[in-house]
């Protein structure tokens, strides 16, 4: 056995690599290798494509290369509050109907495909769709001796909803304090196994409920969900000024809806507006994650509980959003390491 970086020339090769979406050098203890065989341990969720400018390198591409995945507990909004519950991200929307619930379900199903266990809070506590979304709403959650909700595996990510202890027809009437206990408690007494990352699909809009969970609960990034449409975009930014002042980084931006492609002749039609989110993205100087389509595929597989990304892994809008929740992962990781040298 033999060091990598024992060699000048190893070491020279590795410093000029960048791993695809990460803006920075390739960490040292990242790498290990025994005699022909290489390891690329990666701190944040990825897909096997990481391994490939490694592959492509005259001297490193001369080692078999394998990926494993590790992914890194990261800081916080609440330093105080212990990291129970993984890398928490919640994904949010200033205003409804621009298909947030749809990108948090598809967004967690990626993360567990690039190789992280990840769970999934449905915080919508008066709209609860995630029963209807990952299937399984006939089952109620079940209560242990400690009084803690154990979250049902759906397609290989836990989840708990208000939606799995309550009648799919009963509607929740509360006022906003009332709301907001019921999703701290809902968070807390659930009995989460090890998490790498736990999405938070929340409720739309900015007020009592979105600033009670950004305040008292550990944040480790939001996504801010929009379509392109003018009205959605001042909400969007919206959302992104609340989460500035109350110190919960924004990790990145997704425009949902960003066009409709038919699907007999391949013509995309811009039917909300073009290039929106990305305008925003660029003007609060927040990654931009995807810009996903209008898409009856996308739609008629979460209705029936059977979702894209889990029925059909490998179709195009699959590797599309999992390509998105690759670089939410990077951009989290990224993130935490710029606040850490400030």
């Keep these: ?83 129970t519950f993984g890398n928490v991200i919640v994904v949010s929307s200033g205003k409804g109907g621009v298909g947030k619930s749809s990108v948090s379900v598809q967004l967690a199903l990626a993360l567990h495909q690039l190789g992280a266990n990840v769970g999934i809070l449905d915080a919508d506590v008066y709209g609860p769709s995630l029963p209807t979304m990952l299937g399984g709403q006939e089952q109620k ?69 979105q600033l009670t969970f950004a305040q008292k609960l550990p944040i480790t990034g939001a996504v801010v969900v929009t379509t392109p449409q003018t009205v959605a975009l001042a909400d969007a930014e919206k959302g992104i000024t609340m989460f500035r002042k109350v110190g919960v980084p924004i990790t990145g931006l997704i425009e949902n809806m960003s066009y409709y492609q038919c699907s007999a002749c391949g013509h995309q ?24 389509p209008l898409d009856s595929r996308i739609r008629a597989g979460l209705d029936c509980g059977k979702p894209l990304q889990s029925a059909e892994p490998e179709h195009e809008l699959s590797v599309m959003m999992r390509n998105s929740a690759q670089q939410l992962a990077i951009e989290l990781y990224a993130q935490a390491q710029q606040q850490t040298k400030q």
């Design 141 to 209: 959650l079940e209560v242990n001796a400690q009084q803690k909700m154990i979250p049902h595996q759906r397609h290989g990510i836990w989840a708990s909803s208000l939606g799995y202890l309550t009648d799919t027809k009963d509607a929740a009437i509360w006022r906003g304090p009332m709301a907001s206990a019921a999703l701290q408690q809902l968070f807390r007494d659930t009995k989460w196994p090890r998490l790498d990352y736990l999405i938070v699909d929340m409720p739309p809009g900015t007020g009592d409920i």
């Design 269 to 292: 039609d811009a039917i909300f507006g073009s290039e929106g989110g990305a305008e925003v993205a660029r003007r609060e100087q927040v990654p931009l994650l995807g810009q996903w």
């Design 1 to 83: 056995m033999f060091g990598l970086f024992k060699s000048k020339d190893w070491q020279k090769a590795l410093e000029q690599i960048r791993l695809p979406g990460l803006n920075m050098p390739i960490s040292a203890s990242w790498v290990t290798i025994d005699e022909k065989q290489a390891v690329l341990t990666l701190p944040f969720a990825a897909s096997e494509a990481m391994l490939e400018p490694l592959k492509a390198d005259k001297i490193l591409g001369t080692y078999n290369w394998q990926l494993r995945v590790a992914v890194q507990k990261l800081p916080n909004s609440q330093p105080e509050l212990p990291m």
